[in-house]
């Protein structure tokens, strides 16, 4: 086995795995895995760059993972950044700051490549299951992307497009500094009407209808789950490989975009830094959903972060 590290920083959280890697056998065992809400991306759709504050959280929990790191012995670390990073004048602050505090460079990876690492990691352990016919079509919903990967053993077609659940809520839904509370019907219209755009652009070049099998990664898709199955708190092994069919994603995202804050913080599997983006992202799920016809989407907990570990094992 390879003791392997992986951060992957999104928009709106960075994420850790240390575990232990059998390439032969192809299981990764994880030693820690771990979130941190950081909104890296907060403001980036609107003034191009990352935000002083944004950065001062991102380097915080960089120093904390840091410490993970270096505890657990990993032999090889990588750290992949995507949409913010990729979006920002001012990336060059940023991957200096994180050189300095974890010893490697960011990578600012292209959208086909967080494709890539996100197929690998959602569909590794589905390999020989009978049940989920392929070819897949992998739907990663992040921050400020969204990345669409269809695929049977080894990736077909990918496209990443700027629908994420931030991208989204701030773009739509936030008005001098207030996100809407619930938003108005014309606001979850323009949303609409953005993310069926992006199903176009997407389709152009992944047969995005031709999946047997949806599954869906990332946390506002862990989350629906979680809400789906009227968890009393978060629990990754109850979320991973759960299934929610379509008609239950429809209610939870008419649910969530009816509520005020107050109402989506008082669900008791729902993150602090979730509250204000969910609406958003369950939106990305549904539309997706019925642009397919899919019955139902298979939730996955392991996505472009085992895909990360995967790619240094």
Not at 6 to 35: F, H, K, Q, W, Y
Not at 123 to 137: H, M, Q, S, V
Not at 204 to 229: F, K, M
Request: proline fraction near 4%; charge should be negative; glycine fraction near 8%.
């Amino acid at each position: 086995m390879t003791r392997v590290a992986a951060i992957d920083c999104g928009t709106n959280s960075i994420r850790l795995l240390v575990a232990d890697a059998d390439p032969a056998t192809g299981e990764l065992v994880d030693l820690d895995r771990r979130m941190t809400i950081v909104r890296l991306g907060q403001g980036v759709d609107r003034t191009g760059r990352l935000a002083p504050d944004a950065l001062e959280r991102t380097f915080a929990a960089c120093r904390e993972y840091a410490t993970i790191v270096k505890d657990h012995g990993a032999e090889r670390l990588r750290f992949v950044a995507t949409s913010a990073s990729r979006d920002a004048e001012n990336r060059d602050e940023f991957v200096r700051g994180v050189l300095d505090i974890l010893g490697v460079e960011p990578e600012v990876i292209s959208g086909d490549q967080e494709a890539e690492f996100s197929f690998t990691g959602a569909t590794k352990e589905l390999t020989g299951r009978d049940d989920l016919a392929k070819p897949y079509l992998v739907v990663d919903i992040g921050g400020g992307s969204t990345e669409f990967v269809v695929g049977e053993d080894h990736v077909r077609a990918a496209r990443s497009v700027d629908i994420g659940c931030v991208r989204m809520t701030e773009r739509h839904l936030v008005h001098d500094g207030v996100v809407s509370d619930p938003p108005a019907p014309v606001q979850i219209e323009a949303i609409r009407a953005d993310i069926e755009a992006a199903l176009d652009l997407a389709e152009e070049s992944v047969p995005l209808r031709e999946a047997r099998t949806l599954v869906g990664l990332a946390g506002s898709v862990t989350t629906i789950a979680a809400i789906a199955q009227d968890l009393p708190e978060y629990d990754s092994e109850a979320i991973h490989h759960s299934r929610v069919s379509y008609e239950r994603v429809r209610e939870i995202t008419e649910r969530l975009l009816s509520a005020t804050h107050a109402e989506r913080a008082a669900i008791p599997s729902m993150h602090p830094g979730r509250v204000d983006v969910i609406g958003a992202g369950a939106l990305v799920l549904l539309s997706v959903m019925e642009r397919i016809g899919a019955d139902e989407v298979v939730v996955s907990e392991h996505d472009i972060l085992d895909g990360i570990a995967w790619s240094v094992a």
